[in-house]
């Protein structure tokens, strides 16, 4: 029996994996900074990512508890594990090369490096980019998109319409300003491998702030052309493993990439293709 090490396990990508790995014959430690109900293994509580004892916990569980696998979930945590703990640590961690997952990290260089690569993704800017609001409208126009360039769960982004432009109420080390794509919202979960490389979409039927925001519910789709894109665009920044990634479709049925988020997604329960995927790498039979 696997032992298996998730981080984030009171989260939704972390409580699923959590159940589908117990589902595949798999021992889970689970970790969290909460303390969350969690009946399908060992439940530890975690400290703070970003404190300096946080890699040190995870490096003390993996000893005690002899794990096989590292999956990290959480956003925040994802360049230390890609650097510091691949460094230090022989067990092997679900993650990709630090210097791709640096720029999934960062959606405004995740967006120049797609573009580069002329993978479609919304037009963008940096706010410094746009001198006053008439600039937003010839480059962008309304509504627009104003999200922390790094972060995770639809959190402090901004639809602004016509009007509610504020000049200099953005700095550009924090900041990404997109055009707004008011098409179909898509959640691929991606796996990108040596062997094999493909994408389930997921069409993201519910969104927790009604045009914008999560996913409160989501359903399998045929969409080859989703498929494509996300792959091309995992590839493009260099990422490896499973993936989730975030795509809306132009009123000419163009796909592009909002972000990629280098880790397993939140509706993986709807994708265990991806899971099983990730295991057949790790543990080969």
Excluded at 26 to 48: M, N, S, W, Y
Excluded at 55 to 80: A, K, M, N
Aim: aromatic share 8%.
């Amino acid at each position: 029996m696997k032992t298996i090490l998730i981080t984030g396990v009171g989260g939704p990508a972390g409580a699923n994996l959590a159940a589908m790995l117990v589902e595949r014959g798999c021992h889970v430690v689970g970790v969290d900074l909460r303390e969350v109900p969690f009946t399908e293994g060992l439940f530890l509580q975690a400290p703070p990512v970003l404190e300096p004892q946080y890699l040190p916990f995870l490096q003390e569980i993996v000893r005690r508890e002899g794990v096989d696998l590292v999956i990290p979930t959480l956003t925040e945590e994802l360049p230390l594990m890609a650097g510091a703990w691949s460094q230090l640590e022989d067990t092997p961690v679900v993650i990709s090369s630090e210097q791709a997952v640096a720029v999934a990290q960062d959606k405004y260089w995740t967006a120049k490096e797609l573009a580069r690569r002329e993978v479609p993704v919304p037009k963008f800017g940096l706010p410094s980019d746009f001198a006053d609001a008439q600039v937003v409208a010839e480059r962008l126009g309304w509504p627009c998109v104003v999200k922390p360039r790094r972060g995770r769960g639809g959190r402090g982004v901004r639809l602004l319409q016509a009007g509610e432009w504020e000049q200099n109420a953005w700095p550009d080390e924090d900041w990404i300003v997109q055009e707004f794509v008011p098409g179909i919202d898509y959640a691929p979960n991606v796996f990108v491998g040596e062997a094999e490389s493909f994408a389930v979409v997921l069409e993201k039927t519910v969104l927790r702030e009604g045009i914008t925001g999560n996913a409160l519910s989501v359903e399998r789709v045929e969409a080859a052309d989703v498929a494509r894109t996300a792959i091309l665009a995992a590839q493009a920044v260099g990422l490896t493993g499973p993936l989730d990634v975030d795509i809306r479709r132009r009123a000419n049925g163009q796909p592009v990439v909002l972000e990629i988020n280098a880790r397993f997604g939140a509706n993986i329960r709807c994708a265990p293709e991806v899971l099983d995927a990730m295991l057949k790498v790790y543990f080969p039979r």
